[in-house]
Nanobody, 124 residues
């Protein structure tokens, strides 16, 4: 089970940190991803981190602004978002994938568990 939190309303240029708490399994055996979905659009990949946290990947739109991290002792994955833009607005979802790889992480169907989402709104 995944529980996302930390969303809110922020002005352009501001920052937010999202959290996603994992329960009901062995957190350290899952790669963890963040996706987002704006109204009327498909859910899109944002970032992913490997089981140990030693490897991560980002969508081009967020590279240099967002950082994904995890704390396996706390069963939690984070998404730190800086220099937010209005186009970052959407519902952010965390997800767990039992495998990790470049052919897997952008695709929603590879993720076994999903959180309920947390809304991020960036005003201009």
């Amino acid at each position: 089970q995944l529980q996302a939190s930390g969303g809110g309303l922020v002005q352009a240029g501001g920052s937010l940190r999202l959290s996603c708490a994992f329960s009901g399994g062995t957190f350290s055996t899952y790669a963890m991803g963040w996706f987002r979905q704006a109204p009327g659009t498909k859910r899109e990949f944002v970032a992913v981190i490997s089981w140990s946290g030693g490897s991560s990947n980002y969508a081009d739109a967020v590279k240099g602004r967002f950082t994904i991290s995890r704390d396996n002792a706390k069963n939690t994955v984070y998404l730190t978002m800086n220099n937010l833009k209005p186009e970052d607005t959407g519902i952010y979802y965390c997800a767990a994938d039992p495998q990790y790889g470049s052919s897997r992480y952008p695709n929603t169907e590879n993720y076994k568990f999903w959180g309920q989402g947390t809304l991020v709104t960036v005003s201009s």
